[in-house]
């Protein structure tokens, strides 16, 4: 027999709304996380991005509100205003039967129009930190009515630097209050929060070599940084997707990417860290809307982005790190839809290349882009650089072991003047 939610414990007035979405059968982690949460039980729960990680934690917050009590009960903190967003969405949807209200706080918001919501009597507020902390030293938020607290994308809170923010505010909330990290990864750090604060947590991990990847075709291009803005180009000519999103390594690269592709004709737009919130909002919504086929973003700007009708992917700078790497080409082929992610890789991406491979088992098809009237092979060229680079590392390799040797025989060196100074001086006497 198939588990549906309210055999979980969740209340037909709450999903109601979800069921005129098809949301009907529970994902690994609700199936896990769901009554685990309902009995109380700190949660440290561990799943790559697209599991269905919100749901998880939203559907047993709600069921368990008191809708007359005029408090914040339920905290939740995101890692950037998008995530945020996306997480008020989901929990205002499944919300909208019970009389529960739920409030986005984070900054970039008119802060007096924040005040005047949480004044009529907020239930659950989803916020990023910095905007939080700002409204504690005003004293227009208190955290005294906590019951649950959760920190969602908890790995990425971290790298971001949250650190003293999210512990800060752990100490706000009652000693009683329920505690829960979801996160990709469990860090050291996120260990050792755990450790402190957390009492007797329930542990849920799902588990799967390639979480999220069975329905995204990946490819990889082999070219040149000199050549890689044209292949991307002719790759989004051949593919026509229906919308993208072009992942960048910085602010600037993804400015002067974004700028590049408009001056060509591209329905394009630019996210990230520099603009405004107003600009950030108008732009997702244009994405949203399918006004803009390409979305060029950096990766803290794309955090938690949940929209529908992405078709492709392409990381225009290979990402550092495996985890980046899903994060990233789980923004298409969700819901069971097909998607399509394109890496480009110059020859100083390959060590990236295999630990991303290693890191999902998996080898990713390539090939190798060819300019057009090009007199010599892009094949020819990728492989003189690739060869270039690991000769100049062998030489950079011996180098330093002759410089080793250098500075070992220059420490026998002296010893070894020394005792034949004093057998010559032993001779002259």
Not at 294 to 311: M, N
């Amino acid at each position: 027999m198939k588990l549906d939610f309210s055999n979980l414990g969740i209340r037909e007035e709450i999903l109601k709304p979800l069921k005129v979405e098809g949301i009907t059968e529970p994902t690994p982690i609700q199936e896990k996380s769901i009554p685990a949460v309902l009995e109380g039980r700190d949660i440290i729960a561990q799943a790559q991005t697209g599991t269905g990680k919100t749901f998880a934690f939203i559907l047993p917050i709600l069921e368990k509100i008191n809708p007359n009590q005029k408090d914040v009960q339920a905290l939740i903190l995101a890692p950037t205003r998008e995530l945020a967003l996306q997480i008020t969405t989901e929990a205002k949807k499944a919300a909208s039967e019970i009389g529960v209200n739920v409030l986005a706080v984070y900054g970039g918001q008119d802060v007096e129009k924040q005040i005047h919501k949480l004044k009529g009597g907020m239930h659950v507020v989803i916020a990023t930190p910095g905007r939080l902390l700002d409204h504690l030293r005003r004293g227009t938020i208190h955290l005294k009515s906590i019951k649950q607290l959760v920190l969602d994308e908890a790995d990425q809170m971290l790298t971001m630097g949250f650190l003293e923010e999210v512990e800060y505010i752990i100490k706000k909330t009652p000693q009683n209050r329920q505690l829960m990290f979801y996160s990709a990864t469990i860090p050291k750090g996120i260990r050792s929060l755990t450790n402190r604060y957390m009492k007797n947590p329930e542990e849920i991990r799902i588990k799967s070599n390639k979480v999220t990847l069975e329905e995204i075709k990946q490819l990889v291009v082999e070219t040149t940084d000199r050549h890689k803005q044209e292949a991307l180009i002719e790759m989004i000519k051949k593919q026509n997707p229906f919308l993208t999103i072009v992942f960048c390594r910085t602010k600037r690269r993804a400015k002067a990417l974004n700028q590049a592709l408009s001056e060509k004709g591209f329905l394009s737009d630019e996210l990230h860290g520099d603009m405004t919130q107003s600009k950030r909002e108008k732009v997702m919504k244009t994405f949203r809307d399918a006004k803009l086929q390409i979305l060029v973003a950096t990766d803290v700007a794309a955090r938690g982005l949940d929209v529908e009708g992405i078709t492709h992917i392409y990381n225009y700078d290979i990402p550092h790190d495996v985890e980046s790497y899903i994060h990233r080409i789980g923004r298409t082929g969700r819901a069971g839809e097909e998607g399509m992610a394109v890496t480009f890789v110059a020859p100083k991406d390959r060590d990236f290349l295999i630990m991303i491979e290693r890191g999902t088992n998996q080898k990713i098809e390539k090939m190798k882009y060819q300019p057009e009237g090009r007199k010599e092979s892009m094949e020819d060229t990728f492989e003189r650089e690739t060869k270039k680079r690991d000769s100049n590392r062998q030489k950079s390799r011996g180098m330093e072991k002759d410089k080793k040797d250098f500075r070992s025989s220059n420490k026998k060196g002296p010893r070894y003047s020394k005792k034949s100074n004093k057998s010559g001086r032993r001779r002259n006497k």
